[in-house]
């Protein structure tokens, strides 16, 4: 079982930065994929990054590719998602995801089903 929190969310003015930590429990954290998805009020959540165990580029939302950046640090358990130039559209709630099967396919992270996730961090951009 991993349990995952995020913290870091906020109120930020448009133009500004924002990171998002996501902490996750359990030793075998870096056998993980992990995720970053968004709800706005009124709206399904959307996929916004995901980072495959091993680190490297992400993979990112058309949204937000160029200003938002996912990482991760295994020896801390912890990804991150570091936010530029936000827009008032970025605003919603944050949910971290993780899974230890995600597919070959960054282009299927998006709707595929990911095992566990955290509570979420509310963040609001204002105009």
């Known amino acids: 079982q991993v349990q995952l929190v995020e913290s870091g969310g906020g109120l930020v003015q448009a133009g ?3 990171r998002l930590s996501c902490a996750a429990s359990g030793r075998t954290f870096s056998r993980f994929g992990m995720g ?3 709800q706005a009020p009124g709206k399904e959540r959307e996929f916004v990054a995901a980072i495959n165990w091993s680190g490297g580029s992400g993979y990112y939302a058309d ?5 938002f950046t996912i990482s991760r640090d295994n020896a801390k ?5 570091q936010m530029d130039n936000v827009k008032p559209e970025d605003t919603a709630v944050y949910y971290c995801a993780a899974d230890s099967s995600l597919p070959n396919q960054p282009s299927r992270y998006a ?5 566990h996730w955290g509570q979420g961090t509310q963040v ?4």
């Open 124 to 127: 609001t951009v204002s105009s």
């Open 36 to 38: 970053w998805f968004r």
């Open 16 to 18: 500004g930065s924002l």
């Open 77 to 81: 358990n912890t990804v991150y998602l």
């Open 111 to 115: 709707t595929y089903g990911w095992t």
């Open 63 to 67: 949204s937000v590719k160029g200003r």
